[in-house]
């Protein structure tokens, strides 16, 4: 049966999150380290231009 898990942000740098987690707030047993995904690029669009 599942329960309730909880999360804590133990740190974080440019490239990875780092979080405790576990089934009780107080006691945070496990650690968990995500890396970020690259920013997304940011895609600039042009409107055809029309002659009159």
Do not use: I, N
Request: charged share 20%; hydrophobic share 30%.
């Amino acid at each position: 049966m599942a329960g309730p898990v909880y999360f804590r942000k133990v740190s974080e740098d440019p490239e990875t999150v780092r979080c405790a987690f576990g089934p009780d707030p107080e006691g945070m047993p496990r650690t968990l380290t995500m890396h970020k995904a690259p920013a997304p690029r940011q895609w600039t669009t042009t409107a055809p231009t029309t002659s009159p």
